[in-house]
């Protein structure tokens, strides 16, 4: 079919197979995320084309207006949830590794929540935080329990923690999977050992289980911090930021697309890009530290 | 010693149980909700529906909040979304796992770093692209930015792509195979495992998105399942019987992926995360 030489083929295939996918990729990460960086340095409203050069104020705004910055605070919850679903997956996938019946059925069906709808779920736990009709007020009365109903999503102080259940509850069972990848391939000899030595269930634990997952459980914090500082679809889905509940990545969306206030946005946009990746380099460096 | 097992037994599985539970609960009241009417919702509390044949609430938000146009639209962006990613993800793997030349590593480097930046930071200039191109509130808009800007196929394909031994190559140049036909014959069909994790996992991920449909395609005739469900539930919020069948309808496709293709999804799951 082609009868010409590999020389000229192999000129063909890079251009034929690279083209496209970098063009693709500099129009839609590399472009905006330097365009980015213009805007956050322009008063910018988002519509039209007219922006001028303001410095760095809207940088001053961020962290001078405690509205904006301080909702980093909201983000704290997601932070505090992460690590509690950390710990628990933990648990269970150290549970669902050992000798026990049907530990695959289990371990399949805690997983089931992370392959469901994302939007679904949030709606779903409206109706289950839902006051008078939720179904975990009535469950609270109906085990006795009726002193310990709440407004759930009404009342501020409880309201991010129940926003912030929501993602454990989304993300437990995938933090569990991987941590029960990181636990099998850990050789059964070492745990031999230990039972010969006479070695507590505890310090096999501490000494042989948690210096063998340490890289793993290092990529979790990283994932956890980050994820924390992304969070948006389920405050913004469940509440729209009233209440008090609005993210970071939130609160930049509405001030770009609902208060017309690009450069502002793009200006958090980047403090946050930068935030992000400080955070992916510290993970790369504990890793790369690992290696060597 | 005996007696410590047996209660380390006994507190696993509670501990199970009550994760269980944990996860089942909210499930089941949704379960129980959508085939109830609007008046024994609200008098029945945790009890079973009356009539689990009452499909009464499933016709209303096919009907109302255009589930059906939802389906459909999601599973056009799906197919294009996918065909694209699998084809850009071998293609750029097998030309840079197998070929070297001067911007090799430059555009190597270039996905290594494009993986890092989140999408949701930079939807701001994102947004003013789309609008450039003309397909703002277009069904082109996220089919674009699923193919641009997520490479994490790439990155993964490059992985598999290395380990597929050079020698089939060399052995198939000897024959005549031009490189298109070792690019077809050869590798496209040897990376099937890394592409079938991918499209479950991408399908997932991209059915499960909200804010790019939201954002992109405000359009009503191009609403997708996560955004009509949410425009479903604004106006019609206290008919929570009717929106829990539409919760339930939309639970059901990547429940159905999961429930047959686990492994694949356990395997990408712990590939993407431990690399």
Known sequence: MFNLSYKTQRILILFGFLTIPVLLSLTFSYYPALSLLYYSFTDWSGLGWEMNWVGFDNYKEIFSRPEIFGVFKNNAYYFVGGLLQTCVALYFAIVLTSRLKGRNIFRSMLFIPYVLHSVAIVIMFRNVYHVQYGSLNIFLEAIGLGSWQQQWLGNPHLVNFSLAFISIWKYFGLTMVIFIGALQSIPADNYEAAKIDG?????????????????????????????????????????????????????????????????????????????????????????????? | MERQNKAW???????????????????????????????????????????????????????????????????????????????????VAYA???????????IMGMYLVAQVIPMITTQV???????????????????????????????????????????????????????????????????????????????????????TPYLYMPSRKLQVVSTAIYSFVGPNAAQINVISAGILIIFIPTLVIYLFLQRYIFAGVTNGAVK
């Open chain 1, 199 to 292: 070695a507590s269930g505890w310090q096999t634990f501490r000494f042989i289980t948690l210096p063998s997952i340490r890289s793993v459980l290092e990529l979790m914090l990283i994932l956890t911090l980050t994820g924390a500082l992304e969070a948006f679809d389920i405050p913004y889905i469940m509440m729209l930021g009233a209440n008090d509940t609005h993210t970071f990545v939130s609160k930049t969306v509405d001030m770009a697309f609902k208060f017309q206030q690009a450069g502002l946005a793009s200006a958090m946009a980047v403090v946050l890009l930068l935030i992000v990746i400080a955070f992916i380099i510290l993970q790369r460096k504990l890793l790369f530290r690992e290696e060597k």
């Open chain 2, 9 to 91: 037994t006994i507190f696993r599985y509670v501990t199970i149980a009550i994760g269980l539970f944990i996860v089942f609960f909210p499930i089941y009241s949704v379960l129980i909700s959508a085939f109830k009417t609007q008046t024994e919702y609200y008098n029945s509390g945790l009890q079973l529906p009356h009539d689990w044949f009452n499909f009464d609430n499933f016709r209303k938000v096919f009907k109302v909040g255009r589930l059906g146009l939802g389906f459909k639209n999601i599973f056009i962006i799906l197919v294009v979304s996918l065909a694209g990613n699998v084809l850009i993800g071998t293609m």
């Open chain 2, 96 to 106: 840079l796992g197998r070929f070297d030349f001067k911007m090799k590593k430059p």
């Open chain 2, 125 to 211: 200039a994102t947004f003013q692209v789309i609008k450039f191109l003309g397909a703002y509130n277009e069904i082109y808009a996220p089919m674009l930015l699923y193919l641009g800007a997520d490479v994490l196929q790439i990155v993964i394909y490059l992985q598999f792509v290395n380990n597929i031994p050079r020698d089939l190559d060399e052995s198939a140049m000897v024959e005549g195979a031009s490189l298109f036909k070792i690019y077809r014959s050869i590798i496209f069909p040897l990376l099937a495992p890394a592409t079938a994790t991918l499209i479950i996992m991408k399908t997932i991920s991209i059915y499960n998105d909200f804010y």
